[in-house]
């Protein structure tokens, strides 16, 4: 079994449903007293928002690629990023580094087009649901049709996740919020929704739509399993 690197911290809440599904998934596979091999890196998430919110991607970037450095040093086989929005800097973060990054876009697109979808929608920040750094990997890499919210959908998705769901509130209003705007997305077309931020999952999930959901957190962590037992490539 590989050693799965884990780095964390964005925010917290997300970061222990990596450890408990993984976990989970190689008690799953393996049976008995099986658990994972692991190592994280955590970082404070205060800073992190804050950086993004004043567009601080070069010192971002930086602080990524020194936290992917430190999962290598401790052992780490493979580098796990438990967040979307950080991933626009996936690419650097995989250069600067000797061990692989399996990317969350890539293992979500894998689960996507098993189920025959084309078209699919994206929920997320507003950094992953309107950058191409996310969209343009799903369309370019795996030739998905991907449909984002509109403008005022997007800024209630982003609260969501930024004021509530990081810090662990979950409301029914903003469940609501969320299922209504699934539905207007499904109402354009989409086949199958992305939860394209690791907290959203926390809120809404496949009981709240009839279209085929894909949370991303449950995803990236059961194929981070998957690799670490070695029926995955990256």
């Not at 190689?26 to 692991?38: E, M």
């Not at 509530?164 to 299922?179: D, M, N, Q, T, W």
């Not at 207007?184 to 809404?204: K, P, S």
């Amino acid at each position: 079994m590989k050693t799965i690197g884990l780095i964390g911290g964005m925010s917290w809440e997300s970061s222990i449903e990596y450890y408990r599904i993984i976990n989970e998934t190689v008690r799953d596979k393996l049976g008995g007293l099986h658990s994972a091999k692991s190592v994280m890196v955590s970082v404070d998430f205060a800073e992190i928002e804050t950086l993004q919110h004043a567009g601080a991607w070069d010192e971002l970037t930086a602080r990524m690629i020194d936290a992917a450095r430190q999962v290598q040093a401790g052992g780490g086989d493979f580098v796990v990023i438990c967040t979307n929005t950080m991933h626009k800097m996936a690419d650097d973060v995989a250069a600067a580094i000797d061990i692989p990054l399996l990317h969350i876009a890539d293992a979500t697109a894998a689960r996507i087009k098993a189920r025959g979808l084309g078209a699919i929608s994206l929920l997320g920040t507003r950094f992953t649901m309107e950058e191409d750094f996310y969209k343009g990997r799903l369309v370019n890499n795996h030739g998905l049709n991907v449909l984002i919210p509109d403008e005022s959908e997007r800024a209630d998705v982003h609260r969501i996740i930024y004021d509530e769901l990081v810090v662990g509130e979950i409301l029914p209003e903003s469940k609501a919020r969320y299922v209504e705007i699934m539905q207007h997305l499904a109402a354009r077309g989409a086949q199958g929704v992305i939860l394209g931020c690791t907290e959203i999952g926390l809120l809404v999930g496949q009981d709240d739509i009839d279209i085929p959901v894909f949370d991303t957190t449950l995803i990236h962590a059961q194929v981070a399993v998957d690799y670490a037992l070695g029926d995955y490539d990256i």
